[in-house]
């Protein structure tokens, strides 16, 4: 109680701009796992793999049917159409123990033309380590839904091969971790930053004391924890609650070519420069012309091509940055002469090469 106290007193006087521990930060070791497993899916209305061109599932049935005594004969081969083999996979939460559900997604990776009413068989879901930590089980939630015609025409909303089961595994195994068996807990920034890792470090050793939290790097700051268990989650609910004020993010722009989208980071800021934008536009269109004689002079038909060239130059318009130039300033030049996305990036570009914007291009 007398941690959260010291917190509760020192939240007073944090800024507005404060930002949580708990969202800056996560603490290291305490992670969640991903599961996978291979299972087949029964009950299809006939939008199962075709098992002529997914030979593993045949196999898969084989194998199942053996373990309970069927033996199919090796000439046989069954044409089965509501059977489809599956991928399982899930995130194993931290601290997650047996007997615990968790949700899990399923996606066909044979033909199967949709996964709607089908039931998951049990299927062992394993980690990294070949263990297996989970056994899902259960019928499939799938949102998306195809039809086809008999002349070839389909079509699909969604993804009709693949689906969840929410709650659909039970935890089988635990995961070991040495939350509780190390002297101290180290948090790890969210995003990289030596301004944000040595603020925590002063906002934990405020107040918790001098020495408790030391950076380690720009992500990492060890802090000193209990031993015992049960102090030690009350301890870092505590840091948790503990507000600091981040670093300002670096001057950058993001440019994703694929959709033209231009974000401009708040702390870019461009030197004095002159801009000229303008756009020259070329159109061609081509025709062809009938030559057609007149009925008394035995002349032939021709066909002449004819091609009409306009060109297109608006008036070039000049705008200037002065020194120390914010976001809403570039913003407003940039508009006030219609500039295009694709116009914007090259203005951007054209301010990198002359050295006039103080920011990191990154195009994406």
Not at 83 to 91: G, H, L, P, S
Not at 341 to 362: Q, S, T, Y
Request: no cysteine.
């Amino acid at each position: 109680m007398k941690y959260i106290a010291l917190v509760l007193l020192a939240l007073a006087a944090v800024p507005a701009s404060a930002e949580r521990v708990k969202d800056l930060a996560s603490v290291s070791g305490v992670r969640g796992n991903q599961l996978v497993g291979y299972g087949l899916v029964v009950g299809l209305d006939g939008t199962g793999d075709q098992t002529s061109q997914a030979p593993f599932t045949i196999q898969s049935i084989r194998n199942m049917l053996a373990k309970f005594g069927v033996t199919i004969p090796a000439n046989v081969n069954p044409q089965l159409k509501n059977v489809a083999a599956v991928t399982v996979y899930a995130d194993l939460p931290a601290f997650a123990k047996p007997g615990q559900t968790i949700d899990v997604t399923v996606n066909s990776i044979g033909n199967a033309t949709s996964l709607r009413g089908g039931s998951l068989l049990m299927t062992p879901l394993r980690g990294i380590d070949g263990e297996v930590y989970g056994i899902a089980q259960g019928s499939l939630v799938v949102s998306g839904f195809g039809a086809a015609g008999k002349d070839g025409s389909r079509i699909a909303v969604n993804t009709p091969s693949s689906g969840r089961v929410p709650n659909g595994a039970s935890v089988e195994r635990a995961v070991p971790t040495n939350f509780a068996t190390e002297p101290f807990i180290v948090l790890n920034l969210n995003t990289p930053d030596f301004t944000t890792a040595s603020r925590l470090t002063d906002g934990i050793n405020n107040i918790f004391g001098a020495d408790t939290a030391r950076a380690m790097d720009a992500v990492s700051v060890r802090v000193q924890a209990p031993i015992d268990a049960s102090q030690r989650i009350a301890y870092l609910s505590a840091l948790e609650a503990i507000e600091i004020e981040p670093g300002d993010a670096p001057a950058r722009v993001i440019v994703n070519s694929r959709t033209g989208t231009v974000v401009i980071g708040s702390a870019v800021r461009v030197k004095p420069a002159a801009v000229a934008h303008g756009s020259l536009s070329v159109t061609i269109t081509e025709r062809n012309d009938v030559s057609q004689p007149n009925a008394l002079s035995n002349g032939e038909t021709v066909v002449t091509p004819r091609s009409d060239i306009k060109v297109d130059q608006p008036e070039a318009r000049m705008f200037v940055f002065n020194a120390g130039v914010n976001l809403d300033e570039i913003v407003r030049a940039v508009n006030q002469v219609g500039a295009a996305p694709g116009d914007l990036v090259a203005i951007l570009e054209a301010l990198k090469e002359a050295g006039a914007l103080r920011a990191e291009l990154i195009v994406i």
